[in-house]
């Protein structure tokens, strides 16, 4: 089906469907799977996707999980869900396009005249996301970072923080800015409410990260009276608050081997060493300090480094009394 026609109201209510839209010509032979569950009452939509980055894998799963798992008899509204939102990149196994080395979490929202990620934005963005009641986008940590699994939401809107609530997650990441070009700051343009997740990645599923995302899918489902029955939230183990943006983790000058020096979810005082690169000779090349006092929010696993590589983020605790998980410190939660 051609992107431009997709519309889900013209599907048929208490059935499941599955459609390709076709980016042609635009972005020649790559299609997007779009899966479609239309309850037997009309409601509210909670529209997913995952695969943004194509080295993350736990969303594309959970979809897929949620998709066979949910009964249109017993819906009042919809999921519209896109697994594999850059095919290109998912594919490929990398984080980027391999078509133009475009990064879809920065192309939002995309222009059909532009690079071939930036088309895919905007499909991604008018023909789905568009029709969302709710937004979730689901992330994690791909191949070379090492990230929380979090759920992570809109600071200013009362709709999104609610819905983190009872998403499932032990570590709630509350932001309040977002940085441009991101599928959930087209969503926030249209007042739409999101969520976004993440997780420990690796270039594979964590049955814990699985079970995660899948049961904060039903939670939201149950959240928005799409699915009968009340959320299952987790306990809170600790929030975090600021800028989720890992484009301002601290950077890498030179060429070197990365030895780590703190853990995940880690408290840190500023100026305190989160780890250094070394030499094949053993010797120093680089050292890294937190910028702030705060929260140690991703570290690179991938440890060859070059220019440019980002290595560490630290962020900062919520207001709302919230700490640090008990007796499990510095460990990505489960």
Not at 5 to 15: A, H, I, L, M
Not at 151 to 180: C, I, K, Q, T
Not at 262 to 280: F, N, Q, W
Not at 291 to 306: C, E, S, T
Request: include cysteine; charged fraction near 20%; hydrophobic fraction near 40%.
């Amino acid at each position: 089906m051609n992107s431009a026609d997709f519309n889900p109201v013209q599907f048929q209510r208490g059935q499941k469907h599955s459609i390709d839209l076709s980016l042609d010509p635009w972005v020649e032979g790559v299609c997007l799977p779009v899966v479609l569950v239309r309850g037997s009452r009309a409601g509210k939509t909670l529209v997913v996707t995952a695969g943004v980055h194509g080295d993350e894998y736990e969303g594309v799963r959970a979809i897929l999980d949620a998709y066979q798992s949910l009964d249109p008899q017993e819906m009042t509204g919809d999921f519209l869900a896109v697994p594999v939102a850059n095919p290109p990149a998912f594919w490929n196994g990398t984080r980027t396009s391999p078509l133009d080395q475009g990064n879809l979490a920065r192309a939002f929202p995309g222009n059909l005249d532009g690079s071939p990620t930036s088309a895919i934005a905007h499909v991604l963005a008018n023909s789905v996301i568009a029709f969302a009641d709710f937004f979730l986008d689901l992330h994690s940590a791909g191949v070379e970072l090492l990230m929380p699994t979090m759920v992570g939401y809109d600071a200013s809107d009362d709709r999104s923080r609610a819905a983190a609530a009872v998403f499932g997650a032990s570590v709630l990441w509350g932001h309040p800015e977002l940085a441009p070009g991101r599928t959930i700051s087209f969503a926030k343009q249209r007042d739409i409410p999101w969520l976004y997740t993440e997780a420990r990645g690796a270039g594979r599923i964590h049955p814990d990260d699985l079970r995660m995302f899948f049961g904060g899918v039903q939670n939201l489902l149950r959240h928005l009276h799409i699915l009968p029955g009340e959320p299952t939230p987790a306990k809170t183990e600790m929030h975090l608050f600021g800028s989720g943006d890992i484009d301002t983790s601290l950077v890498a000058n030179q060429q070197g081997f990365l030895i780590p020096e703190v853990e995940l979810l880690e408290p840190v005082r500023s100026g305190k060493r989160l780890g250094h690169t070394v030499d094949l000779h053993s010797e120093t090349v680089e050292s890294f300090y937190a910028p702030r006092d705060g929260v140690v929010a991703l570290i690179r696993q991938w440890p060859v480094i070059f220019p440019g590589d980002g290595m560490f983020l630290v962020t900062g605790l919520s207001s709302d009394g919230s700490t640090r998980p008990s007796g499990r410190r510095g460990r990505s939660p489960k």
